[in-house]
């Protein structure tokens, strides 16, 4: 079955601009992830989605970031007032359910460049 | 304050041989833990995962053994084979449902 897709793969944006990522999680997954990846890191979390709301946004940087899932399946990562320290891979997963211990499945990014 | 780190940055082994890739943790309120495995340009993939409560999970080729005691954890990969060649994280999840990951390990199968 399809996994976890995200679009675009790829956004390069000049420093100021405000950007949105989607994230289509797998059909029927309630739990929806938002990580960001910089170069030669592993993944660091920024929110977590149990169906429409967001349950843990504790990774967000700053207010420059909000994340929504209006009919909860698919999300849309917003940044404002974008800086180049924001380029990033951004990665989105998704779980069947909201136990900690059900597997987070990952789409393949999108990887943001700021000029 | 909560990490998952890895011991060694880059492993270089010959197709074949057995893969041992080690990561350490320093919360132990860790209660499940997990290994991705990352091709380039492509999301983390799910390889396998563990329990607090268990030492050792087998899957196909893989094997994961936890060690509370000193919190250690590790990935062993048999029979390793040139599509093997990516980078392995380390990730746990506590009490909330966010993953912790380590900085990765490079694994490098040589032919």
């Known amino acids: 079955g399809a996994g976890v897709s995200q679009t675009p793969s790829n956004k390069v944006t000049e420093k100021g601009k405000y950007v949105e990522l989607r994230c289509d999680p797998i059909?029927?997954?309630?739990?929806l992830y938002w990580y960001r990846q910089s170069l030669g890191q592993g993944p660091e979390f920024l929110i977590y989605f149990q169906g429409t709301g967001a349950a843990d946004d504790s990774g967000l940087p700053n207010d420059r970031f909000f994340a929504v899932r209006p009919e909860g399946s698919v999300s849309t990562l917003k940044i404002q007032r974008t800086e180049r320290g924001d380029s990033a891979v951004y990665l989105c997963a998704s779980s069947l359910t909201y136990s900690n211990t059900d597997t987070q499945y990952f789409g393949p990014g999108t990887r943001l460049t700021v000029l | 304050g909560e990490s998952v780190g890895l011991h060694l940055p880059t492993l270089s082994v010959q197709e074949g041989d057995n893969s041992i890739i080690n990561c350490a943790y320093s919360n132990s309120a860790s209660d499940y833990f997990i290994w991705y495995k990352q091709e380039s340009g492509k999301g983390p993939q799910f390889i396998i995962d563990i329990r607090s409560n268990m030492d050792k999970r087998q899957g196909q080729r893989v094997t994961v053994l936890l060690n509370k005691t000193v919190k250690h954890l590790s990935l062993q990969i048999a029979a390793t084979q040139p599509g093997d060649s990516a980078v392995y994280f380390c990730a746990r999840s506590g009490a909330t449902n966010k993953l912790i990951f380590g900085t990765g390990t490079l694994l490098a199968v040589q032919p």
């Open positions: 059909s029927g997954h309630t739990a």
